[in-house]
C-alpha cells in the first residue's frame, strides 16, 4: 500500500526482520504508548494475520491484556468456513477481569461467532487444593485443548508493569528486579538476554510448547516495550510473527 511505501513502514519491517531475525513483521504506524488509537490498529492488523492463516479447525490459545483486548474488539464474524476455539493460554496470573484471558476469549467468540472454553484455577490456594483441581475432568479437558492448539496470540509486556499489575508477592518482586527482568510473556519474567529469572506457576501453556505451534503472534507496541519485546524474542520460536508499532519499532532499530 502506498501509504506505507511513503512512510517508511515496510522498509522498517525489512529492517527489523533482519535484526530480529523473524519471519515476518508486522508495523503499524504510531505510538500506542502515546495514542490509543494505535492498539486499535494492532488488533486490526492481528485479525489480519490471523485470519490469513486459519485451517478448517483451529484451537487458538490467547493469554490476556489490553493489547488482546484490543485484538478480540477488531474480531469480526468473518471466520468463514472455519470451526475455530479459543481458549486461555494458561490459568489465572494475577489480571483484573477485562484484561484475563478467559474474558478475551469470550470476546473473541462473540464477536467471531465461534466458541471459547474457559480455564479457572484460583492462584491462591493450598498446593494440595491446587492438585486436586487439576484432577477435576473438565479442567484436564481445557488443558488437552490447550496443548493441541494450532495458534498462539499473546502480548509481550514490560517486566515491572506486569509485576505491579499482578500484585506480586515481595518475594517475586525481588526475584524479578535481583535478576534484572525486562520483559513478560505468558507469565514468564525475561532478563536482556532473554533468561527467564521468575516464572509465575500456573497450567496451561509452557513456553516449551510453543515450538510446537504452528502459528504464534505476539502483538506489543508501544516505545517503552522495545526492551521488553527484544528481550522475549530471544527465547521467542523464530516463526513468530511479530505484530508491533512504529513506537516501538524505532526503538528496537536503534539496537
Ligand atoms: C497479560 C499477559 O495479561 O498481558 C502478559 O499475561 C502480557 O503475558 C500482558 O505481557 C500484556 O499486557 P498489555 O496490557 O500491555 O497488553
Known sequence: NMMREISGINEMEKRLQSLLNLNEIVIVPGNSDESPWVKEELGRASAFSMKQRLEGNNIIAVTGGSTMAAVAEMLTPDFSGSDTLFVPARGGIGEDVKNQANTICAKMAEHTGMRHRVLYVPDQVSKEVYKSFLKEPMIKEVLNLIKSANMVLHGIGDAITMAERRKTSPDDFEK????????????????????????????????????????????????????????????????????????????????
Not at 192 to 199: F, L, N
Not at 213 to 218: D, E, K, L, P, Q
Open 176 to 255: 524479578i528486579t535481583v535478576g534484572h527482568a525486562v520483559g513478560e510473556a505468558f507469565g514468564y519474567y525475561f532478563d536482556e538476554s532473554g533468561e527467564v529469572v521468575h516464572k509465575v506457576p500456573t497450567i496451561g501453556l509452557q513456553l516449551e510448547d510453543l515450538k510446537h505451534i504452528n502459528h504464534v503472534f505476539a502483538v506489543a507496541g508501544g516505545s517503552s516495550k522495545a526492551k521488553a519485546i527484544r528481550a522475549y524474542l530471544k527465547s521467542a520460536p523464530s516463526s513468530t510473527i511479530l505484530i508491533t508499532d512504529e513506537g516501538a519499532a524505532k526503538e528496537l532499530l536503534k539496537g
